[in-house]
């Protein structure tokens, strides 16, 4: 993983600020796609979602339930909702700080931004309520579906965690289903910290499943070590309901790899590095570096 970032404020990201906010993917495109008629696309959707239905059909927004699911509010219970939206104009307004973070997009970065041209946005509506593991499921099942219904899309961008992917990369995943959320929506991001040997990996994404995301302050170590350790832990969170304690210790890592052997204490925290949001702290034993807010 080469060094590109350093620590610095960044604009702000609206769903991260607010946890379980509306869940949006921007499609990307080169030539201006078609939208899906609503038959063909319940079929599509019923293939990947089980039973939808359709809400309402026209070229500026297809709606479906999801009747998989129900999420429950005050006044009873629905069916959350996902959405296409109208085909659009797209242009790269990302900034340095956005583009420097596309790591699993970064050999193709440069020409789906400067080649993709539309963008179709597709959402979630109304799935807060559901637990972080159907609400994931139903997000990347859905996620599934828009690219069998779009097959010339070129890549997706995941708002919330300002994460870019190849369509071809989603498609041809040999990943387990129950891990699809952590690695596609869910974006590592690695920092220099300047004018020290200090560097900073963080996770952005958790929160719109209402999840913590987490946070290494370290030096000495390899960063690819922490990302991998980050997906691991983020994956850990998200299936088993994140038993993660303040001040419990999770096995760290030895030799490149998860070990028993080494302990790295967990801390709740506000997040170093902007978005405003929770996050764990882990201590990375020798390699920690920083003064934390806890008692050790």
């Known amino acids: 993983m080469g060094i590109f970032g350093k620590k610095k404020e960044k604009k702000q990201n609206p ?12 499609l990307l495109f080169k030539d201006k796609p078609q939208m899906p008629d609503g038959e063909n696309a319940a079929r599509v959707l019923a293939a990947h979602m089980g039973e939808v239905q359709l809400l309402g059909c026209s070229n500026d ?20 909702t996902v959405n296409i939206f ?15 973070q596309m790591w699993d997009c970064m050999e193709e970065r440069d020409r789906i931004l400067s080649e993709c041209r539309y963008m179709v946005l597709a959402s979630d509506m109304l799935a807060a309520t559901l637990t972080a593991k159907e609400r994931a499921e139903l997000d990347m099942d859905y996620l599934e579906a828009l690219l069998e219904l779009f097959p010339d899309c070129e890549a997706v961008f995941f708002q919330t965690s300002e994460k870019l992917l190849t369509a071809d990369s989603i498609r041809n995943t040999a990943i387990k289903r129950e891990s699809r959320f952590i690695k596609f ?5 690695f920092f220099n910290i300047e004018g020290t040997d ?16 987490l946070q290494y302050h370290f030096h000495g170590a390899d960063p690819n070590g922490m990302v991998f350790h980050a997906y691991n832990i983020a994956d850990y969170i998200l299936n088993n309901d994140n038993p993660i304690k303040d001040g419990d210790s999770i096995d760290g890592i030895r030799d490149g ?6 302990q790295w ?3 709740y925290e506000d997040a170093m590095i902007k978005p405003d949001r929770l996050v764990i702290d882990i201590e990375a034993g020798e390699f920690a570096s920083g003064t934390r807010n806890y008692t050790k």
């Open 15 to 26: 769903a991260e600020n607010h946890p379980g906010m509306i869940f949006m993917m921007q």
């Open 61 to 80: 927004l297809i709606s479906f339930a999801a009747k998989k699911y129900l999420a429950k509010f005050k006044d009873g219970e629905m069916p959350p």
């Open 198 to 213: 200090d560097m900073m990996v963080d996770t952005l994404g958790m929160s719109t499943l209402f999840l913590p995301d």
């Open 265 to 267: 204490k967990c801390h």
């Open 257 to 262: 790899n998860i070990s028993m052997d080494v």
């Open 86 to 100: 109208g085909c659009t104009d797209f242009e790269d307004r990302f900034d340095e700080m956005q583009k420097s």
């Open 185 to 189: 929506a869910v974006n590592a991001r």
